[in-house]
């Protein structure tokens, strides 16, 4: 089975990545750009049955730090 | 207009952040982990009427690396 995490910086947080590629959308010439956010999408290959609490854990214990990041996760 | 961006790696293209995960889920006592890849996810703030080329161009010179990544982007 696939599982698609997404995991993004919880609101507040500063986002000096997203900062960044603002600033460098700007200086390329694109205006209008007003804010940016970057994070991760981690895809899991995981074997049939695997279930949302194993996954939950996988994403507590190492994909997403969850003191600052916040993170969902979908099966495709 | 809120635009979401995913960035992954080609098919083919070697994944060592993928492998590290991989093999920090079985060190953890995950089983059944057969394959793992990571990308990137950006969320813009653009203005309203921003069109699909201007986001692409976005994605082609500063977001992927259109070389070892593809990109794809919603509107959400």
Do not use: W
Not at 15 to 21: L, N
């Amino acid at each position: 089975m696939k599982v698609r995490v997404h995991v993004m910086l919880k609101d507040g947080v500063l986002d000096p990545q997203g900062e960044a590629v603002r600033h460098a959308l700007g200086s390329l010439g694109f205006s209008g750009v007003d804010a940016v956010r970057q994070g991760k999408v981690i895809e899991l290959d995981l074997e049939d049955g695997t279930s949302d609490e194993t996954i939950a854990e996988m994403c507590e214990k190492l994909l997403a730090n969850t003191v600052i990041e916040s993170y969902r996760f979908e099966t495709i």
